[in-house]
C-alpha cells in the first residue's frame, strides 16, 4: 500500500518539477518557518517538539527543490499549531542521515510524542495544501473524550469503523490511550469518564455494545490482554473476507472458518445462522464468508475441492483444516444444480473442531516407490517416520517449486547429500530430504518462508534446530557439525568425496579422448 503510495508521489513530484518553470533552491530560506536542524539540534528539537515532519534533504536533489516552496508555505500555516517542519541537509549531516537509515532524497519522517525511535513515513500528498491536511489531522486526539451518554450515542450512530469506549477508569487508562495510539486508524476511540461500561467496543452493524468481562486490574499488568481482546472483539461477527480484511483474521489468532458461497442470495441466506453460531463461540473460532466467484482457488489451500457452496475451518495455529466432506468429482460434475449445505451439518463439524473430535483434512502425495536421487522425497504421509527416526539425524527442506531461492539451493543440497552418501559411515547416520510443502501438509512445522531448512537431531528430534545462515555448502557442513547427534569427520568425508570426483574426471577426460581419437581414426 505505502509503496505504491510513494511510487505515485514520486511520479506526481517529476511531473510537478517538470512543469514548474524555474528552479528553486531545495534549502529552504533562513527566514521561513522550516526549522534546520543538525546532529546537535536534532535530538533536544525532537524533545521539544510533539509533532515534527521532517525532511531529509540533498541540495542538489531536484524533488526537494520542488518541494521547497510547498514546505515553506505549510510550514508557516502550521507554525502556529504547534506543528513543526525541519530539514536536514544530508550532504552535512551525514551521521544523523545515516542513523535514520535515509536512502533516496528527500525523505519525509513525522516523528510524534517525542518519540525518537519510531517516527511514521510521511504518507501524504506533496503539495502545501496536502501537507497542512495530513499534519493537522496529526495533533487531533487519538481519543475523543465525551461528557454525556448523548455524545457517545452521536458519535456511535455515526461510526463506520467499531468504537472503543471506556469509562477512563484510572487501572485502565493509560493502556487505552497507548493501545488507541497504536490503533487510531483501524478504530476509533472514546473515553466517557461519566459512564457505567468499563470497556466495550460496540461493532458498526450490531445494536448491542460488547463488554469486556475480564478483570480490568489484569489489563493495567498486562496491556496485551487489552490487544487481544481488541483484535477478536472488534472483528465483525460474519463478516466478509477480502484481501484487506484477511490480515485483521490471521491477527487474532483463532481458527477461521470458512463458508464459501456461490451468490449474493446464498449469502444473505445463512447470515443470521452464521451470525448467531459466531456469537456462541465469539474468541473460539471467527466465521467468514467468502466470495467463491472470486476467490474460489482458495479452497485448495484449506485441502477441499472446488465445489461450492462449502463450509471449511482452519486452524491456523496447527494449520490444520477440516471440512464437510465433499462428493468424488465425478459425481460432483453430473449434479446439476448445486447441493445444499445444511446448517445442523455446520453446527456439528463447528462442535466437533472445538470439543477435539474432527478429523483433520492431510494433504499428501503418493509415497514414492523408487528414490531417485540421495535428496529424500518425504511427502505429508510419510514425514514422520522419516523425521522422527531416533537413530538418524535428518535434515528436511521444506520448498515450494515456484520459489527461485529454493531453485538456487537445489543443486548445492544435491550435492550435500551426495557427500554424505558417498561413505558408509554417514550413509547410514545422515538423511538428507526435501519436501514440496504445496502438496503436502506437515503438522509441527512452522513454515515462515520458503525454503525453511530443519534438522531433526539425532537422539534429540523433539529439538529440531532451524538453519538459518547463507545457504552454502560450507554453512550446510559446519550447521550438521555443531548441530547433528552422530558425529563424523565431515573434512574426511568431503576431502575423500572431492578426490573421487576429480579421479572421477580423470577418467572421464580420458574416455573423452580416447573416443576423440576413435573418431579421428573413423575419419582417415
Ligand atoms: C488518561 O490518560 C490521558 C493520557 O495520558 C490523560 O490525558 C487523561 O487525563 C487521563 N484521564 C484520566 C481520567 O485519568
Ligand atoms: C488449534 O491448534 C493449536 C496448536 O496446535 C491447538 O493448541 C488448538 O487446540 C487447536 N484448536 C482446536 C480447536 O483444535
Redesign the pocket.
Known amino acids: 500500500m505505502l509503496v505504491n503510495k510513494k511510487t505515485l508521489f514520486q511520479a506526481f513530484a517529476i511531473l510537478a518539477s517538470a512543469l514548474s518553470a524555474k528552479a528553486q533552491e531545495a534549502s529552504a530560506p533562513d527566514d521561513s518557518a522550516v526549522v534546520k536542524l543538525t546532529s546537535e539540534t536534532f535530538e533536544d528539537f525532537i524533545k521539544e517538539n510533539p509533532v515534527v515532519l521532517a525532511e531529509f534533504f540533498a541540495p542538489w536533489c531536484g524533488h526537494c527543490k520542488t518541494l521547497a516552496p510547498h514546505y515553506v508555505e505549510a510550514a508557516a500555516a502550521l507554525e502556529s499549531e504547534d506543528i513543526a517542519l525541519a530539514q536536514i541537509d544530508c550532504t552535512v549531516e551525514q551521521d544523523l542521515c545515516m542513523k535514520q537509515g535515509i536512502r533516496g532524497y528527500p525523505s519525509l519522517k513525522l516523528f510524534k510524542n517525542h518519540d525518537l525511535e519510531n517516527p511514521k513515513d510521511y504518507a501524504g500528498g506533496r503539495t502545501a495544501n496536502a501537507i497542512i491536511t495530513y499534519m493537522k489531522k496529526q495533533i487531533l486526539p487519538t481519543v475523543q473524550v465525551v461528557d454525556s451518554q448523548k455524545d457517545l450515542e452521536a458519535i456511535l450512530t455515526k461510526a463506520t469503523q467499531p468504537v472503543i469506549f471506556s469509562n477512563g477508569d484510572a487501572a485502565l487508562n493509560e493502556t487505552f490511550f497507548s493501545i488507541a495510539d497504536k490503533f487510531s486508524e483501524e478504530y476509533t476511540f472514546v473515553s466517557f469518564p461519566g459512564s457505567k461500561v468499563k470497556l466495550a467496543v460496540q461493532l458498526p452493524s450490531e445494536a448491542e455494545a460488547i463488554e469486556y468481562n475480564g478483570d480490568i486490574t489484569e489489563v493495567e499488568k498486562n496491556p496485551e490482554i487489552l490487544e487481544s481482546w481488541l483484535k477478536v472483539e472488534a472483528l465483525p461477527y460474519f463478516g466478509e473476507i477480502t484481501g484487506e480484511s484477511f490480515g485483521s483474521y490471521v491477527e487474532s489468532d483463532v481458527?477461521l472458518a470458512y463458508f464459501f458461497y456461490t451468490d449474493d442470495d446464498e449469502f444473505e441466506e445463512y447470515t443470521e445462522f452464521f451470525t448467531d453460531l459466531a456469537k456462541e463461540h465469539r474468541g473460539?473460532?471467527n466465521f467468514v464468508g467468502l466470495d467463491s466467484r472470486k476467490f474460489g482457488k482458495h479452497a485448495e489451500n484449506l485441502n477441499m475441492d472446488e465445489q461450492f457452496p462449502l463450509f471449511a475451518i482452519h486452524?491456523m495455529?496447527?494449520n490444520?483444516k477440516y471440512g464437510l466432506p465433499q462428493l468424488a468429482k465425478e459425481e460432483f460434475e453430473k449434479l446439476t444444480e448445486a447441493v445444499k449445505l445444511e446448517t445442523k451439518d455446520i453446527s456439528k463439524l463447528v462442535n466437533e473442531?472445538?470439543s477435539?473430535k474432527s478429523e483433520a483434512i492431510i494433504k499428501s502425495e503418493e509415497v514414492p516407490e523408487v528414490q531417485e536421487s540421495n535428496v529424500i522425497k518425504i511427502v505429508g504421509k510419510s514425514h514422520d517416520g522419516i523425521a522422527y527416526d531416533e537413530e538418524k539425524d535428518v535434515l528436511v527442506k521444506y520448498y515450494a517449486p515456484w520459489c527461485g531461492h529454493c531453485k538456487r539451493l537445489a543443486p548445492i543440497y544435491e550435492e550435500l547429500a551426495d557427500i554424505l552418501a558417498s561413505d558408509e559411515d554417514s550413509k547410514d547416520k545422515f538423511v538428507i530430504a526435501e519436501v514440496d510443502s504445496t502438496l503436502n501438509d506437515i503438522q509441527?512445522v512452522e513454515i515462515e518462508g520458503f525454503p525453511t531448512i530443519v534438522l531433526y537431531p539425532a537422539g534429540k528430534n523433539t529439538e529440531p534446530v532451524v538453519f538459518s545462515s547463507q545457504r552454502e555448502l560450507t554453512n550446510f557442513i559446519t550447521f550438521l557439525e555443531e548441530n547433528a547427534g552422530n558425529k563424523v569427520d565431515f573434512q574426511i568425508i568431503h576431502d575423500s568425496y572431492k578426490s573421487a570426483l576429480e579421479a572421477q574426471k580423470v577418467a572421464d577426460d580420458l574416455d573423452e579422448v580416447e573416443e576423440d581419437e576413435d573418431f579421428e581414426h573413423d575419419e582417415l
Open positions: 481458527p473460539k473460532i486452524n495455529s496447527s490444520l473442531f472445538l477435539g509441527d
